[in-house]
């Protein structure tokens, strides 16, 4: 008798399973409202706020940065993506030479989207933005200067 | 060729036959070759789409309008490929496998009756032919397995061949009831003795069980999940077919494709009554051939579509578990089964609506 009883067991355990997957199919193939897929290119994507796609430099709406050119991201980046080149300028308000930053220059080829360099700002000048179109058709485009031209150190970021 | 067999051969066609009847059989052969070219294609896209809906996806709906497009061009891209051959390889065995499998697969098809006047061939062993020639296909697999001088192939293909011994058996069972119920071999005939109740119903109890055991028979000689040993992605990277590329990978997929559809044709004549509308809605209106046809596919996409559910659900089984369930479960209940089966047939208590 376990004989038929093991019979039954399994069709009644595969008859479970099919019940399953036919309450994934057929709502999906009349409605299609459970379908998870988004058509990217004709629909927005949906990107996720810890998205790390690439380090940008923040800017606000006169064209300032918080970036003071210390170079602490530079030091903590371990692939060497990061490159800052710096200049001493003649602070307008103080008279005095000071250092100051001239381009913040991201590798994005050579990052590996670690966070370090975030971590390591003290005046959460980078930060990540979410944007994932990075494909480029040269490799040159890939290295990009963050701080825009013109941009200028925000005022009290120093204190 | 020497000149002898030249005028054998010319001397048949002109004197037995006529040229004409030749370039007939010929055209038949080549119309078939393209339409079960597109239908298998086909059937991969619909595979493909089948399991988009069962796992919360869309599937291929980007070439062509949904996405139809989409395996021809995968054909396409295929055919583009470089034919690989490893350095070792039996170079006969690996060449002749492909071809074995695809011809052992469309020669199966000449005697399926698609419709009362659609069919290539009606020879009265019929069904017996399908189950023979169909079974031929396991000995390409066995020799392209061998003759790429892989050892996942080779494992692959021996399990293959261990699948094949086993389940013909038991898919043998369940053809001789339906045999049985109708009294002959002969496809047209299996059919026409459905003419009032298909065979899974008039055969009570044992025509059931008959027609479950053919669908897993079927699964597992067609190499389907649950029964895909051969393949086993997880195990055997793609088993049989690791060191084929371009087309001779695209052949053993079509095949694959195609056995699907000859198991599903093969259970719809046997059981589901073919050709024949159900309840004979259709049977007054003019163009019957076409009206056969509809309801013969219509059938054949039902019961594709139930092993689709199959491979979706079930998981892979061990090949202790796969040889358990044919020896110990399947077998012992498809001679029991037949046994029942003449017995109703002697006592002639056949269910006829």
Known sequence: MAYFGKILYGIKTLWTGMKVTGGY???????KKDVITVQYPDEPAVVFERFKGEVVMW??????????????????CPNGSIEIIWKREVDPETGKKKK???????????????????QACPTNAIMWSVNFHNATYDRSQLTKVLNKPGSKLMAGVEE | MNMLSINIFQNWLNHTHGIWYVLVLAGIAALYLGFFAVAGLMLVYLERRVAGYFQLRLGPNRVGPWGLLQTIADALKLVSKEIFMPKFADKLLYKIGYYIVIVSSLVALAVIPF???????????GIFFVSAVSSVGVLGILFGAWGSRNKYSLIGAMRSGLQMISYELSAGFAIIAVVLMAGTLKMTGIVEAQKDTWFLFQGHLPAIVAFVIFIIAGTAESNRVPFDLVEAEAELGAGFHTEYSGMGFAYFFLAEFINMFIISALAVTLFLGGWLAPFGITDGLPAQWLWGMVWFFVKVLAVIFLLMWFRWTFPRLRIDQLLTLEWKYLLPIGLVNTVIMAFIVWKDWLIHI
């Open chain 1, 25 to 31: 199919f057929f709502p999906n193939l009349l409605t």
């Open chain 1, 59 to 76: 800017h606000n709406e006169n064209n300032e940065h918080r970036c003071t050119g210390c170079q602490a991201c530079e030091i903590a």
């Open chain 1, 100 to 118: 100051m930053l001239d381009q913040h220059i991201y590798h994005l080829s050579m990052c590996t989207m670690c966070s370090l360099c975030i």
């Open chain 2, 115 to 125: 419709s009362r006047q659609i069919q290539a061939l009606d020879i009265n062993v």
